[in-house]
C-alpha cells in the first residue's frame, strides 16, 4: 500500500508562484506514475499534471502548460508541483496520485489511479 500526503497549499497573490508536495509512505514511487489533479467547488476533478513511470513523459493539462511543473526528488519518494503565474481560477483544492500500472495513454485519466492524498488546498486571490 502506498499512502499520500499533500502539503504547501495555502494563500497566494495572482501572479505568484507555489509549491505544493505530496510525500509517499508505505513504500516510493518507483515504477508508478504520479499524477495532480484538482477541484473547484462546484466542478469536477480536472487533470493538471503527470510523470509516466519510467519519468521519460510529462503531461500538462492545457490552462496549466508553461505555468506548472510536476517533478519528483531522485528517490522518487515525493512529488512537486511547481506553481508559477498563478491565477485566481487555480484555485481549488489539488490532490496528488499514483498509479502502477497507469499506461502513457491513461496518464490523464484519474480512473487509472490507485491511490490518492487527501488534497491541499490551494487559493489565489486577484
Known amino acids: 500500500q502506498v499512502q499520500l500526503v499533500e502539503s504547501g497549499g495555502g494563500l497566494v497573490q495572482a501572479g505568484g508562484s507555489l509549491r505544493v508536495s505530496c510525500a509517499a509512505s508505505?513504500?516510493?514511487?518507483?515504477?508508478?506514475?504520479v499524477a495532480w489533479f484538482r477541484q473547484a467547488p462546484g466542478k469536477e476533478r480536472e487533470f493538471v499534471a503527470a510523470?509516466?513511470?519510467?519519468?521519460?513523459?510529462?503531461y500538462y493539462g492545457d490552462s496549466v502548460k508553461g505555468r506548472f511543473t510536476i517533478s519528483t526528488d531522485n528517490g522518487k519518494s515525493t512529488v512537486y508541483l511547481q506553481m508559477n503565474s498563478l491565477k485566481p481560477e487555480d484555485t481549488a483544492v489539488y490532490y496528488c496520485?499514483?498509479?502502477?500500472?497507469?499506461?502513457?495513454?491513461?496518464?490523464?485519466?484519474?480512473?487509472?489511479?490507485?491511490?490518492w492524498g487527501q488534497g491541499t488546498q490551494v487559493t489565489v486571490s486577484s
Open positions: 496520485s499514483a498509479g502502477s500500472g497507469v499506461i502513457t495513454s491513461s496518464l490523464r485519466n484519474q480512473r487509472a489511479y490507485d491511490f
Open positions: 508505505g513504500r516510493t514511487l518507483r515504477g508508478y506514475a
Open positions: 510523470l509516466s513511470r519510467t519519468g521519460g513523459y510529462t
